[in-house]
């Protein structure tokens, strides 16, 4: 009987990744983990530690409610004002580069006016017989104190001689502008005064007090004021 032989086939064996490739690929890996770690831990830090940061804690306690008041004003006109205070202190012997200030304040504010149904008396309203026409009597419209908007009033510029400049570097107390604030409130309320504000209240006033009696079924309604006949 013959035999066959076979010929025995030789494996191709796969080429092994040099080892030195391996190592470096490892270690840029790391070094990038490691760049990343650095960075996000200095920015960490450097927030926690940052001499220069603040932070703001709001340590204000509960609003406590005092009182509450019936109104019975009618809120008839509000005007808007805004005024440039130009304030200047001199030092009477010494010039302004030792020894004085000035200062350009924008205040903005408002000014209510109102008329008060409080003051009403007994024969404020008089109807007739029929009930078709009715009269009504109310005092003049008279304005709110001054309100300064914060958030619209500030200090345009400020010039201060050399005397005052190292008075502030020496203060701990921050530069006090009530006095501007005061200055400002006062001119806005003389403003309210000569404007006429009032008389439009006035107007305003009769306009409501007129729709509101017809839609109540008066055919005829007059509304005169104290010093009117």
Do not use: C
């Amino acid at each position: 009987m013959n035999r066959q032989t076979s010929t025995p086939q030789t494996a191709v064996a796969a080429e092994p990744v040099p080892h030195r490739s391996r190592k470096a690929w490892r270690f840029l890996a790391g070094l990038l983990v490691l760049i990343v770690l650095l960075l996000v831990g200095g920015r960490l830090a450097w927030s926690y530690l940052n001499p220069f940061g603040e932070t703001t804690v709001d340590r204000s306690q509960p609003v406590l409610l005092q009182s509450i008041q019936n109104m019975s004003r009618f809120q008839a006109a509000s005007g808007n004002f805004q005024v440039i205070v130009d304030l200047e202190k001199d030092a009477a012997a010494l010039p302004d580069a030792i020894k004085g200030s000035r200062t350009l304040f924008v205040g903005a504010g408002s000014v209510d006016a109102y008329v008060d149904f409080a003051a009403l008396g007994d024969d404020a309203i008089t109807v007739s017989p029929d009930r078709t026409e009715v009269t009504v009597r109310l005092p003049r419209a008279q304005l709110e104190e001054p309100r300064l908007d914060n958030a619209k009033s500030y200090v345009y510029a400020h010039e201060r001689g050399l005397l005052d400049r190292m008075q502030d570097m020496l203060s701990n107390s921050p530069q006090n502008q009530q006095e501007l604030y005061v200055l400002a409130a006062k001119k806005i309320g003389e403003a309210a005064q000569s404007s006429d504000l009032r008389a439009r209240a006035d107007q305003n006033t009769r306009t409501m007090l007129i729709g509101m009696m017809k839609s109540l079924g008066f055919a005829k309604v007059t509304v005169k004021f104290a010093d009117e006949p």
